[in-house]
């Protein structure tokens, strides 16, 4: 499939015309903030209805009030500690961040695996099972959330907006965040769209085997943020580059949606633990145009701030990318 450069070239259904440059000015979504943020908790819930335990790491911002919510879930074989260059980030932005843990999909599968048996072992768990267990590990925690929003415990009294969540997650936490946030699969027969959450961002978006990406996500009503790289690839279901952009492609007319390919980026780029023998660094610009793009997204969709909004769809973002990265998005019709 033949793409554009889209570095500077955005959907033609975009406007960009009406878009004051004197107000992008005022946003900055890499702005540091002064505040100190509180350690992260690490606390694990059960889901009694499964006998499911979910271990959670979470970051709370530095202001007291209510705030908005941002779930992640990590890819094959990863854990809570992974990507927590986003939550930091965004948990000083506002945000109070959760990171899921799935087990049967985390990292326990090949810690105590010999290396050479360690890919059979992953392959082994990207399952339609996992997936189940996944899309259901969502609402229990939204629910846990909502519990201890309405303890009188000082610890999360009140710390939680639910009005307003944000679901995230790389890889297999991609196709997570995909199934809980109006994806639908032909196999499974039914959809698990969690109607509580307002916006989403995959990184290392996917489609399921052979599925047609219209039927896939032609039902999806809220925002999707999409992000991938030119080598953005993955041996466990032999994932290319093609496959990821047919998500962005299959997506309706009817929501905004938007899809960020890094050029030069593998599949390593959205994380921040040590990289596999043999692989070329990450790109240090990677990370805060990741950032960027991301807070940018949360803060237009979960916050309403139209700054954010002129600055993610205008030239401030755009200006920020490498000139050989792709960016385009379209509003909704």
Same mark, same amino acid.
């Given at each position: 499939?033949?793409?554009?450069?889209?570095?500077?070239?955005?959907?033609?259904?975009?406007?960009?015309?009406?878009?004051?440059?004197?107000? $992008?000015?005022?946003?900055?979504?890499?702005?540091?903030?002064?505040?100190?943020?509180?350690?992260?908790?690490?606390?694990?819930?059960?889901?009694?209805?499964?006998?499911?335990?979910?271990?959670?790491?979470?970051?709370?911002?530095?202001?007291?009030?209510?705030?908005?919510?941002?779930?992640?879930?990590?890819?094959?074989?990863?854990?809570?500690?992974?990507?927590?260059?986003?939550?930091?980030?965004?948990?000083?932005?506002?945000?109070?961040?959760?990171?899921?843990?799935?087990?049967?999909?985390?990292?326990?599968?090949?810690?105590?695996?010999?290396?050479?048996?360690?890919?059979?072992?992953?392959?082994? $768990?990207?399952?339609?099972?996992?997936?189940?267990?996944?899309?259901?590990?969502?609402?229990?925690?939204?629910?846990?959330?909502?519990?201890?929003?309405?303890?009188?415990?000082?610890?999360?009294?009140?710390?939680?907006?639910?009005?307003?969540?944000?679901?995230?997650?790389?890889?297999?936490?991609?196709?997570?965040?995909?199934?809980?946030?109006?994806?639908?699969?032909?196999?499974?027969?039914?959809?698990?769209?969690?109607?509580?959450?307002?916006? $989403?961002?995959?990184?290392?978006?996917?489609?399921?085997?052979?599925?047609?990406?219209?039927?896939?996500?032609?039902?999806?009503?809220?925002?999707?943020?999409?992000?991938?790289?030119?080598?953005?690839?993955?041996?466990?279901?032999?994932?290319?580059?093609?496959?990821?952009?047919?998500?962005?492609?299959?997506?309706?007319?009817?929501?905004?949606?938007?899809?960020?390919?890094?050029?030069?980026?593998?599949?390593?780029?959205?994380?921040?633990?040590?990289?596999?023998?043999?692989?070329?660094?990450?790109?240090?610009?990677?990370?805060?145009?990741?950032?960027?793009?991301?807070?940018?997204?949360?803060?237009?969709?979960?916050?309403?701030?139209?700054?954010?909004?002129?600055?993610?769809?205008?030239?401030?973002?755009?200006?920020?990318?490498?000139?050989?990265?792709?960016?385009?998005?379209?509003?909704?019709?």
């Amino acid at each position: 499939m033949k793409t554009l450069p889209l570095c500077l070239v955005l959907s033609v259904s975009v406007l960009i015309s009406g878009i004051s440059s004197a107000q $992008a000015d005022k946003y900055n979504p890499l702005e540091k903030q002064k505040s100190r943020l509180p350690e992260p908790i690490d606390i694990t819930i059960q889901d009694s209805s499964r006998q499911r335990d979910i271990p959670l790491r979470i970051y709370l911002p530095a202001q007291k009030q209510p705030a908005p919510v941002v779930l992640f879930s990590h890819g094959l074989g990863g854990a809570r500690t992974g990507s927590q260059y986003l939550g930091k980030h965004w948990a000083s932005h506002g945000y109070a961040v959760v990171y899921l843990q799935h087990h049967g999909s985390d990292e326990t599968i090949w810690k105590d695996v010999a290396l050479g048996k360690r890919l059979k072992a992953l392959k082994g $768990a990207a399952s339609l099972q996992n997936s189940l267990d996944r899309y259901q590990d969502v609402p229990a925690v939204l629910d846990q959330l909502t519990e201890w929003n309405a303890d009188t415990k000082p610890r999360f009294h009140q710390r939680f907006d639910l009005k307003r969540i944000g679901m995230s997650g790389h890889s297999f936490g991609a196709v997570t965040t995909q199934g809980v946030s109006g994806q639908s699969w032909r196999l499974i027969g039914k959809r698990y769209t969690d109607p509580r959450i307002k916006a $989403a961002i995959m990184f290392s978006p996917s489609v399921q085997g052979r599925a047609n990406p219209e039927q896939s996500f032609g039902q999806v009503s809220l925002p999707w943020l999409l992000l991938t790289g030119t080598k953005d690839t993955s041996p466990i279901n032999d994932t290319s580059v093609e496959d990821r952009r047919k998500v962005y492609q299959g997506l309706p007319d009817t929501i905004d949606k938007y899809e960020l390919v890094l050029f030069d980026a593998q599949h390593s780029a959205f994380s921040d633990g040590r990289q596999r023998l043999g692989m070329p660094p990450r790109n240090p610009q990677h990370h805060p145009i990741i950032l960027a793009v991301t807070t940018a997204f949360w803060d237009t969709y979960l916050k309403q701030n139209q700054d954010a909004r002129q600055w993610l769809q205008g030239k401030p973002c755009r200006q920020l990318l490498a000139p050989e990265d792709e960016w385009q998005f379209q509003k909704a019709k």
